[in-house]
C-alpha cells in the first residue's frame, strides 16, 4: 500500500525540515511547497491527502491560497491545517472559515502528527 502524502507549505526552511523529517519518520510521504503560489500549484499537481498550510507566506498569503484550493472542484475535498503564529480569534475563525482545522505556533511535531492522523488516518491506509 502507498503512504499518504502531506503537502507541507511554509516559507521558513527549518519549520518544513522539521514537518517533514517528522511525517516520514511517521511513514507519510511529504511534499514541500516555500510560498502560497507554489502550494497551489503543488496540490494540484499532486493532489495530496492532507495541506499543511502556514498563513504568513510570500508570493500569496496562506489564507488566499486555502481560498484557492479550496474553491478548485479539483483539490476542494483536501484537508487543509492552517498552522499559524496568528492567535487571535479572529484569525481562529477566518481559519476554520476557510480550512479544516487549526493549528497555533509554536506547535510540536506531535501535535501537528495528531492533527494529520485525526484527518486522514495512519500513514499507510
Known amino acids: ?35 502560497g503560489e507554489e502550494g497551489v500549484r503543488r496540490a494540484r ?19 488566499a491560497a486555502t481560498e484557492r484550493i479550496k474553491t478548485d472542484p479539483d483539490t476542494s475535498a483536501i484537508p487543509v491545517v492552517i ?3 496568528h492567535a487571535l480569534e479572529r484569525d481562529r475563525a477566518r481559519s476554520l472559515t476557510l480550512g479544516d482545522a487549526y493549528l497555533t505556533k509554536p506547535c510540536t511535531p506531535r501535535r501537528i502528527l495528531e492533527e494529520v492522523q485525526r484527518l486522514i488516518g ?4
Not at 4 to 27: E, M, P, W, Y
Not at 45 to 63: A, C
Not at 122 to 125: F, H, P, W
Open 45 to 63: 499537481e499532486r493532489r495530496p491527502d492532507l495541506i499543511l498550510m502556514d498563513v504568513t507566506l510570500p508570493v500569496l498569503d496562506g489564507w
Open 1 to 35: 500500500m502507498d503512504s499518504k502524502t502531506v503537502l507541507v507549505v511554509d516559507d521558513d526552511a527549518d519549520s518544513r525540515n522539521i514537518c517533514t523529517l517528522f511525517l516520514q519518520h511517521h511513514g507519510y510521504h511529504v511534499v514541500e511547497a516555500a510560498d
Open 122 to 125: 495512519a500513514a499507510v491506509g
Open 83 to 85: 498552522l499559524t503564529g
